[in-house]
């Protein structure tokens, strides 16, 4: 407005004639175009962009729930994690223990299994032993018969004694 008073002051100075009737009428058109502006342009341009508005407002707040929900979810990994941790942990401890219960048993087993099987060897060898010696006795008496026999068939030297002992022994040992 001040512009227009400006230019109206030029003009009458400068000798032109002024049109009130052009300025009133410009003056008009420029409120009709401001009111249809603001209806059709400046209102739906507000509209649209109030919707933005609200559109990246609903994003934001969606974006803040799925990360308090993504934080959430993550201490949840986390506690079933640890809790994971400690059973496995708690496995681990009770299957070491019982592999040492296991190992100490097949240790007594094996023990008792080898005390055993020497028992049962010194049995054997004692039974064996005592067959060997039962054999060396009969021998000894079958020799004894033996050589008191042929004594009695004959009158024996000291010399011809150690020969017939000596030849006893070897049948013996032949007979073996």
């Excluded at 919707?51 to 707040?61: A, K, L, W």
């Excluded at 993550?74 to 296991?102: C, F, H, I, S, Y």
């Excluded at 299994?113 to 060396?136: N, S, W």
């Amino acid at each position: 407005m001040l512009t227009n008073s400006l230019v109206l002051g030029a003009a009458a100075e400068a000798g032109h004639h002024v049109n009130y009737g052009d300025i009133i009428f410009q003056l008009i058109m420029f409120i009709v175009l401001l009111a249809l502006l603001k209806k059709f342009a400046w209102g739906p341009l507000m509209g649209i962009m109030k919707q933005r508005e609200e559109h990246v407002v609903s994003e934001i707040s969606a974006a803040e729930s799925s990360r308090a929900e993504a934080k959430k979810l993550l201490e949840e990994q986390r506690n079933l994690l640890k809790e994971a941790r400690v059973e496995a942990q708690t496995l681990m401890e009770n299957a070491r223990k019982q592999g040492d219960l296991q190992r100490e048993e097949i240790v007594v087993a094996a023990r008792s299994e080898a005390e055993r099987i020497k028992e049962a060897a010194k049995l054997e060898i004692d039974q064996q032993k005592e067959k060997a010696v039962a054999a060396i006795r009969e021998q000894v008496a079958s020799l004894s018969v033996l050589i008191a026999s042929k004594v009695i068939e004959k009158e024996l030297t000291a010399q011809d004694q150690d020969q017939l002992i000596n030849e006893y022994l070897k049948e013996a040992g032949e007979g073996r």
